[in-house]
Every structure is written in structure tokens, then in C-alpha cells.
């Protein structure tokens, strides 16, 4: 059974940064493109960034320059650094594994529970 579990997130001040984990077991945790999306209260759930199984990242606009995702494919996890945190980076944070590093959340068979990530102003 394929779990992927969220932490990491948490209270912080606009400017400031978190780095949030997701561990993952019973997949072939290498062979596969992980992506981080976030929905926010009211709205839909979007695109943040991915990395391809070879370690290739794609970054949404509004992460771009701010945010760093990357895999450690020995622990099974695959990280988000967020710098630079604004509060509209407010919502609750997930993990997912797909075949193909994709912005499309179509894309992605195996979802965790999410985390919340709460910025400040």
C-alpha cells in the first residue's frame, strides 16, 4: 500500500521560511516524479512545483525563485523549501507521486494528506 506523508508545516511570519518533508513507502520511490500542490480555502487545488525521477525540477510561476524542491531518493523523501514566505503561500500543502513530472494534477495516482502551512502578515 502506497503512503505519503506530509510534515513540516506550520505558524510562520511573512519573510520567513519552512521546509516541509514528505516520506513515502510502498512505492518505487525513485522511479517516480514527486509534486508538491497546495489549495487554499475557497479555491482550487494548484500546481507548486515537481522534480523528475532523474532530479529535474519544474517550479509554478508564484514558487519560482522562492521555493526549492528536491529528493533524497536513499530516505524516500522529497522536500519543499519555502523562502521568502508571503501570506498567500496560506494552504494546506500536498505530496504526490506520479509516472511523468507534470503540472497537471491528473497526472499524479498517489496523494498524501497534506499539511498546513499558515503565513502571517
Known amino acids: 500500500q502506497v503512503q505519503l506523508v506530509e510534515s513540516g508545516g506550520g505558524l510562520v511570519q511573512g519573510g520567513g521560511s519552512l521546509r516541509l518533508s514528505c516520506a513515502s513507502s510502498?512505492?518505487?520511490?525513485?522511479?517516480?516524479?514527486m509534486a508538491w500542490f497546495r489549495q487554499a480555502p475557497g479555491k482550487e487545488r494548484e500546481f507548486v512545483a515537481a522534480?523528475?525521477?532523474?532530479?529535474?525540477?519544474l517550479y509554478a510561476g508564484s514558487a519560482e525563485g522562492r521555493f526549492t524542491i528536491s529528493r533524497d531518493n536513499a530516505k524516500n523523501t522529497v522536500y519543499l523549501q519555502m523562502d521568502s514566505l508571503k501570506s498567500e503561500d496560506t494552504a494546506v500543502y500536498y505530496c504526490?507521486?506520479?509516472?511523468?513530472?507534470?503540472?497537471?494534477?491528473?497526472?499524479?495516482?498517489?496523494w498524501g494528506q497534506g499539511t498546513q502551512v499558515t503565513v502571517s502578515s
Open positions: 504526490a507521486a506520479g509516472s511523468r513530472i507534470m503540472a497537471s494534477k491528473s497526472s499524479y495516482a498517489y
Open positions: 522534480i523528475s525521477a532523474s532530479g529535474s525540477p
Open positions: 510502498g512505492l518505487s520511490f525513485s522511479n517516480y516524479a
